[in-house]
């Protein structure tokens, strides 16, 4: 069972979260950018069931591997042991901790989003606990977010315990924080941003992925100093169908520009999963990605 926070853990979490920004402001201009695209790279794994997406052959770790990528976002699935140790290998995973989740509906299971902030900070304490054993966990990541913030009411004080209960038993976790283009209002994330390590910044609308210069500019005007990870998807939602060939092409020529000068820290791939739904997009990614790396 998780052990309740105390006032002190949160506020220990507060003061380390405001030093984490300032620091991170200043090793982003110190620390060059990756010289391969592979290292910069992360792949959203798990069987995602939800958006129209058919079962996949790839599970936890599989999609990450046919990318050529090291690091791991591990989704979907319960954050224990044994999903760690399937994931041994990787120099990195990070754990959703929203949290997806299934139930049983007429001919199958379907995915919701649980979203409870009581939730969240269970898991967080749950990944805080298995980086002890599992090095290679450096980090949680929070899936729409805002849309939870505004279902369930959130406010940023009881965020704070969220961040705190990752940090607790090891500080140096970093959440991820999901951020879509058509969300980056300031007011909507006031008092949360000392609590996102890392926006985990996506376009919903493959149409509008030209527009990620000025979106990227104005993510960074929200959020000063914090790491952007850069989502890239393989599959356009809002169509049900693969993101067109000439979009993708543009995300991912504006992905090499931004690892290569530092504006991104990373990116990431959603998902392994979809790579059996859309092998037109998949493959020309791992192409893309090799030709760079």
Not at 187 to 209: C, K, N, Q, T
Request: glycine content about 8%; aromatic content about 10%; charged content about 25%.
């Amino acid at each position: 069972m998780t052990s309740l926070l105390t006032r002190r853990d949160v506020l220990r979490s507060t003061v380390a979260a405001s030093t984490a920004a300032i620091l991170s402001a200043t090793a982003r201009k110190a620390t060059a950018a990756p010289k391969r695209l592979a290292d910069a790279g992360w792949c959203w794994d798990g069987q995602g069931f939800n958006g129209g997406v058919d079962p996949s052959i790839f599970g936890a770790g599989e999609g990450a591997r046919w990318f050529g990528l090291d690091r791991e976002c591990f989704m979907f699935h319960p954050n224990n042991s044994l999903a760690m140790e399937k994931l041994r290998g990787f120099k990195e995973v990070v754990c959703e901790i929203s949290k997806w989740k299934v139930r049983r509906c007429e001919n199958g299971v379907a995915h919701f989003l649980d979203g409870t902030i009581q939730t969240k900070i269970e898991e967080a304490a749950m990944v805080g606990r298995l980086s002890k054993d599992y090095p290679i966990i450096s980090g949680a990541i929070d899936d729409d977010l805002l849309g939870i913030i505004k279902r369930e009411k959130l406010k940023p004080e009881q965020y704070a315990a969220v961040h705190a209960a990752l940090k607790k038993n090891n500080p140096g976790l970093r959440l991820w924080t999901v951020v879509y283009t058509h969300e980056l209002a300031k007011e909507s994330w006031a008092g949360f941003e000392p609590y996102m390590d890392i926006v985990h910044l996506w376009e919903w609308d493959a149409s509008r992925l030209p527009e990620l210069p000025r979106h990227i500019d104005r993510c960074r005007e929200i959020f000063p100093g914090k790491p952007i990870n850069l989502g890239c998807y393989l599959r356009d939602f809002t169509k049900k169908q693969g993101v067109a060939m000439d979009m993708l092409k543009v995300q991912w020529e504006l992905v090499r520009k931004y690892v290569a000068d530092a504006t991104i820290e990373g990116y990431s791939i959603l998902g392994g999963f979809l790579v059996d739904m859309h092998p037109e997009q998949a493959t020309w990614v791992r192409d893309f990605i090799r030709a760079n790396s």
